[in-house]
Every structure is written in structure tokens, then in C-alpha cells.
């Protein structure tokens, strides 16, 4: 009687693995200490993500104790005809399956952090060395005890160095920093290959351009130089409303070509309750519910969300500055929302996502970079026809521009052959066995797009082959 597939593929990995030091008693301290796993919850960890909507099952979740032990599974991997299929997981944020090896291997980098944590900051305060599973929470709170931080964030801080590194990390900072890709000095690789290899943009130059953004294809990263700065204490911040879409984006594109503001990103508001959330974090205006009937009337609005960084010594002209940058834009006057909070609590806003209180839920999600010279026609075709489609749902929905000349043509990451280019983020939340309208959605999306000839890219991809790259 044949031993099942999952089992067979186990011992496998472990014969290939360890067969030339078999005589060794620390094969058997390395299987008892379950460094390569199939047990049931492992296996149902490594089978998820949180789109919740693929489940590829692997055959073992490696959860190393060292970076050698990635190596050498990458190694052993290499060895076998065919090879078996070996995969990065971090936090498991993907939403399409990405982090997922049917019938191969997991490694399950957080299990690096169980022995020490592995974030250290330069004396100079100049950069900091991660573990490519290390959290950007925690590489927050520890440069900020040396009065530092990195320049360029993503929105969500409970997501792995690696993760981030391997699509491009963006949020509002990014306009004007650029992404996290661009804000990495060097990285420890392990290569398809097995290898350990240690690269930067002068040393082992094409594989250090081939992995930042290249989506894990190219190694994993189990380390990062990080750029730091001195950081801020406090921010200046504000939401402003917009019902005109022209003009809305007017202001964005005319934010991002100065340095005045520090982060700018842009919203569209759907729902009423978008704005009543706000009221717990922003002083809010007073005429609330003209903005609900303001949406009702029009059917979206917009909002642009921008904050300036300042600290003792720029207290006392900050509230001039803002203001004079406000007078800049055409916002609705009526509907401001501001507050005055630390660099902490600004980059943490979004908290923890993953301790979730009420039912699991999908997410099928769809991440685009536009043209900006077709940002008209795609809110004809898609913002303005078909996201009333969805009027029994609420999506977070992020639109804002970006430019070009922060980003490095070197590395791997696809964006638009234009000098700005917008993000949308349709970040849809289903029931586990509804997200099929929200994945039909994105298909006509992504159909008028293909039809209208507007040349899109999308951000944080999951290519079924080379061609559909």
C-alpha cells in the first residue's frame, strides 16, 4: 500500500535534505523540533491567505530556524526532477494565492522571529538592517526609540519587510519619496537556485533590481538595509471633500508636483458611512449631514487626504503653513475634517486587521496603476458606470497619482510609460462564498480597460503564465 502523496513528498524532502549527513544526531534534533511540518494546522495556515479565496494545499510548511535552513530546502528542491514548488509567506496578506504552494513547500518566515528579532539600527541613524519577516510595525517602534523612521510607508504597517519588497510598497509618501522599493540600500537573497547571496545596486547589481518588486520570483529576501531619516514628531492633517472628479484630480496632480505636502492620497466616497467613521479621528464639520445629501444627490464623491510633517521646531509657523497650502486647492470649504496627531498614530490609523472580531471574510481585491493621460475615460467608463453597480456594498476605494521619476525602470515592477499615473485600489469585503460578483466586477474592469485601449498595469498581480505578464 503506497504511503499518500502529502506524507510521500514529506519524507522526501527530508531524505533529499539530510541523507548525506544521515549518520548526524542533529537530523533527528531537526525533525523533532518540527522545523518542517505537515500537520493539520500548519498545512491549513499555509492553505489560506486573506483574500480567502484560493486554497492551495502544500505538502509541508517549512518554519525555519535560520536562513540556512531556506537554502537548503531551495537546494534540495533543485535537486529533484521536477523541482517542487517552494514559497515565501510572511503575514499572508496576498489576496489571490500568491504566498501558496500546491503540492510543494511553505516557509513560514515569521518562524525567524521566534529566536531574536532581527531589526537593528545603524549607529549613525543612517539605515537599518531587517529581517525580511519582520513586521513594519515593529521596524516603526524601533526606530522611532533612536528618533528615526524610514521615509516610505504602506498604509498598513502589520505586513512583512519581504512582502512589501517583493510588489513595491506605496502609500501617500510615495508621490514624493517614492516607493519602498526605491528606499532599500541592500539585501540578503536566497536565489532560485539555493544560494545566499548578498546584493545592492553595486554589487550583485541584477539580482538586487530583478527582486525588488519581482513579486518572489527571483528569490526570497531574508534581509534589508533600509534608508532612515530623522523623524518627525507630529503631523498636520486633514480630509477634504470634492463632488467635482476634474477637479478633484486637478488638485491631486497639483499636490504632488510640489514638495509642500508630505503625503497626498485621494478617496471616493460611495457611502455615507465613509465619512461618519471619520468623525472618531478627525474634528469633523458641523454640517454632517449636508455631505450625505450631497452624496445622495450626486452619487460618489471625492476626498484628498494630505498631511505635513512638523516638530518643535516647526510648531510655530505650521498652522500658516497648512493654510497656506489649503488656499491652494478648491475643496468644498464646508467639509473639513482635520486633526493634529504623533507620526505614530498617523502611520498606525489603520491598526491590526488581523485579529478579526466578527466572521472570516474575502477579499477579492483589485489593484491597478492608469495612465494619467486616460484617467477621463476610465472614470466615464468604470468609476462613474460601473462602481454604482455594487449599491449594496461599501469598499474602501483609493485613488490618487503617483510619479514616475520616483521610481527606478531597473527594477522589476511594472508601471505606466507616463510621468504620472494614478493607484486604484477597489479593496472589496465579502461573505466567503459571495466574492464572485466583486471578481465579475473587476473582469469588466478590466475588459473596458483592454476594449478602450487604456494601457493599465496591475499592482500586486497574480499571473497564471509569462504571457498574461
Known sequence: MGIPSRISLLLLIIISCFTRISANPSVQSFYDEKVLRNDSISIKKASNDYGNIFHEIPSAVLFPSSVKDISGLVTSSNK???????AARGRGHSVRGQAMARGGVVVDMTALNKTRRRIRVSRNGKYADVGGEQLWI???RATLKRGVAPVSWTDYLYLSVGGTLSNAGISGQSFQRGPQINNVIELDVITGKGEFMTCSRDRNSKLFFAVLG???????ITRARIILEKAPTRVKWVRLIYSDFSIFTRDQEHLISTNSPNYVEGFLITDENTTNQWRSSFSSPSHQSDIAALLKKQGILYSIELIKYY?????STIDKDFETLLKELNFNPEFIFSAD???FDFLHRVGDLDSPTGPLESHPWLNLFIPKSRISDFNAGVLATLLPKLNDSSPLLIFYPLNR???DDRMSVVIPEEDVFYTLGLLHSSPPNSYQKYDELNSQILGFCKKAGIKV???LPNYKSQESG
Open 341 to 343: 496627531t504623533s507620526l
Open 311 to 315: 516638530d518643535n521646531r516647526t510648531a
Open 214 to 220: 519581482g513579486l518572489g520570483q527571483f528569490g526570497i
Open 138 to 140: 515593529d521596524v516603526l
Open 457 to 459: 498595469k496591475q499592482y
Open 405 to 407: 521619476k520616483k521610481w
Open 80 to 86: 529533484r526532477s521536477p523541482p517542487f514548488t517552494v
